[in-house]
T-cell receptor, first 116, second 114 residues
């Protein structure tokens, strides 16, 4: 069964607009972590933001925020005031177990393109 | 001041050859991983080592053999390369205590098998 679902294969957004990238997840584990990674065309994987299942507040990191809706099992990434450099693939990922080195499962990604 | 480094960055080889990819991290992390990213950008874990011990071994052909000489290094050796092995291979590392456990990735190794 798909654990992480990203339903938007591609998105186009005008520069300076805010953008929301969707992510839903499936787990029965009460303890889990959710991550977003960015992969620009150069290929490296860049960690953006983390949300723990027990965190009361939505995570924020600069222009990135995570809209965490636990009951709906969604963890959408919001990028405010988008920039041309935000054009990249974005991956949502989940870690189900806080014990040592459990694996992170990635979604299929969303390709975001920012228009000038 | 690279956190996670991989060598080589590009690897072009013929079917049937044996090749290795090296990975090193200087973050003091205790866990390291190998991922494979296919042409559709799908990223899947292959192996994970915690303190030099293999703890995750996904359904990977046994032509792939990881080796961790110490906590800072995790190498991947591939025997009898096949066309389907062509992909980008990422090494990553993380802590497994006292943090959020995010994984830091190396730059990737693009393997092309001809």
């Amino acid at each position: 069964a798909q654990k992480i679902t990203q339903t938007q294969p591609g998105m186009f957004v005008q520069e300076k607009e805010a953008v929301t990238l969707d992510c839903t997840y499936d787990t029965s584990d009460p303890s889990y972590g959710l991550f977003w990674y960015k992969q620009p065309s150069s290929g490296e994987m860049i960690f953006l933001i983390y949300q723990g299942s027990y965190d009361q507040q939505n995570a924020t990191e600069g222009r990135y925020s995570l809209n965490f809706q636990k009951a709906r099992k969604s963890a959408n990434l919001v990028i405010s005031a988008s920039q041309l450099g935000d054009s990249a693939m974005y991956f949502c990922a989940m870690r189900e177990d806080y014990s040592s080195a459990s694996k992170i499962i990635f979604g299929s990604g969303t390709r975001l393109s920012i228009r000038p | 001041d690279t956190a996670v480094s991989q060598t080589p960055k590009y690897l072009v080889t013929q079917m049937g050859n044996d090749k290795s990819i090296k990975c090193e991290q200087n973050l003091g992390h205790d866990t390291m991983y190998w991922y494979k990213q296919d042409s559709k950008k799908f990223l899947k874990i292959m192996f994970s080592y915690n303190n030099k011990e293999l703890i995750i071994n996904e359904t990977v052909p046994n032509r792939f053999s990881p080796k961790s000489p110490d906590k800072a290094h995790l190498n991947l050796h591939i025997n009898s390369l096949e066309l389907g092995d062509s992909a980008v291979y990422f090494c990553a590392s993380s802590r497994t205590s006292g943090g959020t456990y995010e994984q830091y990735f190396g730059p990737g190794t693009r393997l092309t098998v001809t």
